[in-house]
């Protein structure tokens, strides 16, 4: 296929939009291998988490997805990068077990072992690595 799009919702909720650029069926491992993904992630109130990836997998029966290849997750100011993450429906949680870097304005964290949850708006790092905190130059009044 030369794009896909598909739309999961689960009790009336939409879970999630997957749209890739190419998309090859595979009918007898049951999984959609995808080029050019980029996937948003809904919580409530219509916020989202939009991750982008080189390619991704996904499992047709049970919705598992696995994303490769320059992953980003992009929440409001805040992006994570890393090389696979992986969506497990049932929780409705990302992980990202491998380095993972977290930037925004204020601050860059590393580390691995990196779960969202999705529908609580939670992060876990299990393993911190450093944190910065960007400072911005002190202005004295006037």
Known sequence: MESL???????????????????????????????GVQVDFFRQQGQHVRV???????NTKTKVMTLKGQVELESGDTVIKTSVATYLPGERVLLALEEVVMENPKVRVTGKELRVELATRKMTLGR???????AVAWKPRS
């Open 5 to 35: 799009s598909l739309t999961e919702i689960q009790e009336g909720d939409k879970r999630w939009v997957l749209a890739g650029q190419k998309a090859d069926f595979h009918k007898d491992r049951l999984e959609v291998s995808i080029q």
């Open 52 to 58: 982008k990836a080189q390619e991704g997998l996904l």
């Open 128 to 134: 911190h690595q450093l944190t910065e905190v960007k």
